[in-house]
């Protein structure tokens, strides 16, 4: 066996090695003078720190105080009961929160959000559909004062005859 | 101990078992008997409203001596400078010197004097070999707990004892150990 680590003589000495370690090291001081001195040297720092008091006295005077201390210390803690009387309606309007939230992760998404179904599946219906309401738009928006953004013209007497043009043929087919 | 509900046996209970070796471990560390007296009500006041929340599971004599050690750490930080001896004044120590008072008085001569001179080299120690020691003696823990408790790597702390105890040997004739 070679020389344990010298620090390892500490826990040696003060029995703090697992049992197979420790029967080895005491096999290797059997032929070793310099660990046998380590271990002598931890002993004997260790039996000097025993001289000392190991529980000194303390003043009556100041346990007396530090147990008025802890009295005052004990009235002063919080009750649970203390605690929910304050805090209530904060814990009322978190636990609100904390449900919304978890039922808006729990549900599925489908529920959540439905897919767009157009509800006329005829395609020449939905073309006719959407030239309708968009003449609708245009017209409300002259109704309004707002010319309706038609794109670049020519002239703005064209643009007035197409325009006036498209609405009639519209306003036809609204009626219809 | 019984612990969660921080009634006045709790209270009877922590300052029987720890108040007088937080005390012990205090006063060596910062070297003042009104000091020390003072660390250590804040020690068990802490450890005190702690009760009601320790889990058992912890090692609650530790987690004690660790406040103590930070508390002393800190008001020693707060000190102009740290309490140290000179080697060449020739004097006791202050530390030495406050803790005749309370050396036990029917103490033999020979441990007395002894005693002294230990007193006298862990007050020569630097401050973290000096916790080391006094955390292995005063709080009974094992160096793998002083190394959680003082926020250092296990084979730190075991240097630390090593330098410290062959210090603390070299004072006691070979006959005494």
Same mark, same amino acid.
């Given at each position: 066996?070679?020389?344990?680590?010298?620090?390892?003589?500490?826990?040696?000495?003060? #029995?703090?090695?697992?049992?197979?370690?420790?029967?080895?090291?005491?096999?290797?001081?059997?032929?070793?003078?310099?660990?046998?001195?380590?271990?002598? /040297?931890?002993?004997?720092?260790?039996?000097?720190?025993?001289?000392?008091?190991?529980?000194?006295?303390?003043?009556?005077?100041?346990?007396?105080?530090?147990?008025?201390?802890?009295?005052?210390? @004990?009235?002063?803690?919080?009750? #649970?009961?203390?605690?929910?009387? =304050?805090?209530?309606?904060?814990?009322?309007?978190?636990?609100?929160?904390?449900?919304?939230?978890? $039922?808006?992760?729990?549900? &599925?998404?489908?529920?959540?959000?439905? &897919?767009?179904?157009?509800?006329?599946?005829?395609?020449?219906?939905?073309?006719?559909?959407?030239?309708? @309401?968009? %003449?609708?738009?245009?017209?409300?928006?002259?109704?309004?004062?707002?010319? &309706? /953004?038609?794109?670049?013209? /020519?002239?703005?007497?064209?643009?007035?005859?197409?325009?006036?043009?498209?609405?009639?043929?519209?306003?036809?087919?609204?009626?219809? | 101990?019984?612990?969660?509900?921080? /009634?006045?046996?709790?209270?009877?209970?922590?300052?029987?078992?720890?108040?007088?070796?937080?005390?012990? $471990?205090?006063?060596?560390?910062?070297?003042?008997?009104?000091?020390?007296?003072?660390?250590?009500?804040?020690?068990?006041?802490?450890?005190?409203?702690?009760?009601?929340?320790?889990?058992?599971?912890?090692?609650?004599?530790?987690?004690?001596?660790?406040?103590?050690?930070?508390?002393? =750490?800190?008001?020693?930080?707060?000190?102009?400078?740290?309490?140290?001896?000179?080697?060449?004044?020739?004097?006791?120590?202050? #530390?030495? #010197?406050?803790?005749?008072?309370?050396? &036990?008085?029917?103490?033999?001569?020979?441990?007395?004097?002894?005693?002294?001179?230990?007193?006298?080299?862990?007050?020569?120690?630097?401050?973290?070999?000096?916790?080391?020691?006094?955390?292995?003696?005063?709080?009974?823990?094992?160096?793998?707990?002083?190394?959680?408790?003082?926020?250092?790597?296990? %084979? @730190?702390?075991?240097?630390?004892?090593?330098?410290?105890?062959?210090? $603390?040997?070299?004072?006691?004739?070979?006959?005494?150990?």
């Amino acid at each position: 066996m070679i020389c344990p680590n010298k620090t390892e003589w500490v826990l040696f000495a003060s #029995v703090e090695l697992p049992p197979p370690r420790r029967q080895a090291m005491e096999s290797h001081l059997a032929g070793c003078d310099a660990c046998r001195r380590e271990a002598e /040297d931890m002993a004997r720092g260790l039996a000097a720190l025993a001289t000392l008091e190991r529980e000194p006295a303390v003043r009556p005077q100041v346990m007396e105080t530090l147990r008025t201390r802890a009295r005052e210390a @004990t009235l002063a803690m919080p009750t #649970v009961a203390s605690i929910w009387q =304050r805090y209530r309606w904060v814990a009322a309007a978190a636990a609100v929160v904390v449900l919304a939230v978890g $039922l808006a992760t729990v549900m &599925p998404p489908t529920a959540r959000q439905q &897919p767009a179904t157009p509800w006329v599946t005829d395609v020449h219906l939905q073309e006719e559909l959407a030239e309708i @309401t968009a %003449g609708v738009e245009m017209l409300e928006a002259c109704s309004n004062g707002k010319a &309706p /953004d038609v794109g670049p013209a /020519d002239s703005d007497d064209q643009t007035y005859d197409e325009l006036e043009l498209f609405f009639d043929q519209l306003r036809a087919e609204v009626d219809a | 101990m019984t612990t969660g509900s921080g /009634d006045s046996s709790d209270l009877e209970t922590l300052l029987v078992t720890f108040a007088p070796r937080v005390y012990g $471990l205090l006063f060596r560390l910062v070297g003042r008997t009104d000091v020390a007296e003072d660390l250590m009500q804040e020690t068990m006041l802490r450890a005190f409203r702690s009760l009601g929340t320790y889990r058992p599971e912890g090692k609650f004599r530790a987690w004690v001596f660790r406040i103590a050690v930070n508390l002393a =750490r800190d008001w020693i930080r707060r000190q102009p400078r740290e309490p140290s001896v000179s080697l060449d004044d020739g004097e006791d120590p202050p #530390v030495a #010197v406050s803790l005749r008072t309370i050396a &036990p008085p029917g103490a033999a001569m020979g441990r007395r004097e002894s005693s002294k001179r230990v007193e006298a080299a862990i007050a020569r120690l630097s401050a973290p070999d000096r916790e080391v020691l006094l955390l292995r003696y005063y709080g009974d823990l094992a160096f793998k707990d002083i190394a959680r408790t003082t926020g250092e790597p296990l %084979g @730190t702390v075991l240097a630390r004892a090593h330098r410290a105890l062959k210090k $603390l040997g070299d004072l006691l004739p070979e006959d005494e150990s």
